[in-house]
């Protein structure tokens, strides 16, 4: 996804140093796009937009059954980045596993995230490997793949506290936290009506059960859920079954004005993810001068949500949630507080910082 | 995932008995885990075992003889086994074995040795010489199939060197939790500990000396020794003959009056020549209680760091350096607190008990499902390689191969 220069008011600064030829690498799960794949794009075209030469590499990804998420990471192990057309590549940078598997003598990582399901998901529902011999080695396998190709790296970067911390739990290896912005969108604010939305691939992790949980407690709250995933149909029918229709509006993969769109309209964002990397919806939220309903075990929106000074955080519960968001309805001068304060933060997270911090030598 | 649990317990009075006492209810927590009871040698119903081997022939000569029925992780506590290899073959009546066994360490040199010992007319090795012959050679072969877990990278050098190349990990010794402990009532100041046996290989009469030296500069200076003295050691002739005063003198104690007793020392030595490749639990009770350390500079004790502990070198001028790190710690209360924060610090993050039964359960995952993860990526690789004409020995499979190493994913 490209967008139009400027188009934040953003200021773009050529590359002060010398041209690097780049390689961006990123996974690619057919058919689906992220937030993941955005922040990929969006460093590519940020690198070109300061006269660096770089390119997105990706590769398919598919991480079942068993061994499987194994042998597609060791995919990337046999990509030859040192040259291309005949010329060195100086510089690769990871982002997302298994991309940071590939080989290069100057690699650095900005880790988007581990595969979750080997680490802090594991042995949730979440979790992907059983008990049995085979599935628990499995798991350690990805450890100690992660240990080795993460741990050649010339520099580790991750991209919220919470994924440098996960890191530095799981495996012992420290990452500089460098923050990506979020993408470019028209941002604005067009007032505040009322309906709370939520933006995000739709599955179990992001957590849209609890908002429709909020709705089916609170009769006067409506939302806009954007996004699809495999999560929509049980979403859907628990909207049918709380008899949620009317109130509930699943809008689906929406384009870039319409999404501009419904943040400058809403009242306020959701967003409460189990445990989640980064998370742009927060910052995207927060430049449309929205606040942010969060919970406590949300992760990393809460590097950026502050409690009654840029959102509320909950305990995740629906009927937490639907006295936070009736809180709001209730306060609306707050509401324009905190988001103008939200705003002022999302401003400081910049593409040139970025960029800096992960060609820094 | 299911493990079955090979050790001694207490009350067994083995270092061995202490750990596993230590680390089992850590471990509990993350793996299935079923505790073997003693003798019992039959195939464990469990997907892998953990057997846990030291140099004491009573203690583990059974563990040995339930390796050999079903191989498993072996955790080589002593590197050195001679002494139970003895017990497993003369003490059992059989000299073909020993023979069999020096053979194998030592080629025929070895054997001839061991002929001598038959015969009495060489002294038991396993008294005079072990380090020499360490005699780990059966218990490496079988750990070979599964997998080996060392503490120290001492051990882990050896096995290599002896021709170990399965699969192996390094978890150190677990610390244990501060009890607090009152500090027994011991008069004079400074007290230097010394903790276990008291034998020559405890360097003993070392620090005997060294503690005389000492006494003529801090006359109040105590040096307690707790432990039982190993048969031949004459510790009051000693003492005698160097007209030594301020000699505390305990038994084997209990594990609550070892540390009352540790809690009352000012410094802990801990000597050891020759090492069997052993970890000692009282330098990591010591690190634990924050008092700084006085070792070998050898075996595992060399790894530790230098601000936790001085390292004394074994041989010529011993006595010397031990006299002055002994004196250098008496008479500056500030590296004795610089040491005490540096050890509790480092016992912290290297022998964490969560951090070493982590690293047990990870090994234990790995030993156990390893080999059918890495048949099965090989397989898949293989097989694509295979679909698109890659032959076993062309250039592109050597890179294949070379690129699953890397990543151990192969091979």
Known sequence: MSAEPGSTGRERTPARGPRVRIAVCSPQVPFAHGGAEVLAEQLTDELRARDHEAALVTLPFKWY??????????????????????????????????????RHPNKVVWLVHQFRQAYELDGTELGQFGDDPESRALRRAVHRLDRIVLGEARRLCAISRNVAERLERSLGLEAEVVLPPPQRLDFHCDG????????????????????????????????????????????????????????????????????????????????????EDYGMVPYEAF??????????????????????????????????????????????????????????????VTWDHAIERLLAA | MKVAYFSPFPPERTGISEYSELLVPALRERVELEVVPRGRTSPARADVSLYHVGNNPD???????????????VVLHDFVLHHLVAGLTLGRGDGEGYLGAMQRDAGVVGRLLAHGVL????????????????????????????????????????????GYDGPVWRIPHPAWRDPGATPAQLDGAPVVGCFGNLNASKRVPQLLEAFARLRESHPDARLLLVGASSPGFDLESRTERLGLNGVIREDY????????????????????????????????????????????????????????????????????????????????????????????????REHGLGRVADAYAAALEEAAGGPAVREAVLTDVATAAADVGLVADGAETGELAERLREVRLGG
Do not use: N
Not at chain 2, 59 to 73: D, F, K, N
Not at chain 2, 138 to 147: D, F, I, N
Not at chain 2, 283 to 291: C, D, K, Y
Not at chain 2, 311 to 337: M, N
């Open chain 1, 65 to 102: 059954p068993g061994e499987r998420v194994l042998t597609q990471a060791f995919l990337w192990r046999l990509v030859d980045l040192e040259e291309a057309d005949g010329r060195p590549i100086d510089l690769v940078i990871g982002t997302k596993f298994p991309s940071y598997a590939v």
């Open chain 1, 192 to 275: 505040y009506e009322d309906f709370v939305l939520s933006v995000g691939r739709l599955d179990r992790a992001k957590r849209v059960d609890l908002l429709l949980e909020a709705l089916a407690a609170e009769p006067e709250l409506r939302c806009v859920i954007a996004g699809e995933g495999p999560d929509r149909t049980r979403l859907e029918e628990l909207a049918r079954r709380d008899a949620l229709d009317g109130r509930v509006t699943f809008a689906g993969r929406v384009g870039e004005a319409e999404l501009a769109d419904l943040y400058a309209r809403c009242l306020a964002v959701y967003y409460a993810p189990v445990d």
């Open chain 1, 287 to 348: 430049l449309s001068e929205k606040p942010v309903v969060t919970t406590a075990d949300a992760g990393g929106p809460l590097d950026v949500v502050a409690d009654r000074r840029t959102g509320l955080v909950v305990e995740p519960r629906g009927e937490s949630v639907a006295g936070a968001v009736r809180w709001l309805r209730e306060h609306p001068e707050d509401v324009r507080a905190w988001g103008r304060a939200g705003k002022t933060v999302a401003e400081r």
């Open chain 2, 59 to 73: 203690a583990h000569g059974w563990i040995v003889e339930a390796l050999r029925r079903r191989p498993g992780v």
């Open chain 2, 119 to 162: 015969d009495g007319v060489v002294p038991p090795l396993w008294e005079v010489r072990p380090e020499d012959f360490p005699l780990a050679g059966e218990v490496l072969e079988h750990a070979a199939k599964v997998g080996l877990v060392v503490h120290s990278r001492y051990v882990l050098e050896r096995a290599v060197a002896a």
């Open chain 2, 253 to 348: 104690v209990d594990e609550a009056r070892l540390w009352s007793l540790m809690a009352a020392c000012d410094v802990c030595v801990a000597l050891r020549a020759p090492t069997m490749g052993e970890t000692s639990g009282t330098a990591i009770r010591a690190l634990v209680l924050g008092l700084p350390l006085v070792v070998s500079d050898l075996g595992w004790f060399s790894e530790l760091p230098g601000d936790v502990a001085l390292k004394v070198p074994v041989g010529e001028r011993e006595v010397e350096t031990l006299t002055a790190a002994l004196e250098l710690l008496a008479g500056s209360e500030d590296a004795r607190a610089a040491m005490a924060r540096a050890g509790r610090a480092y016992t912290e």
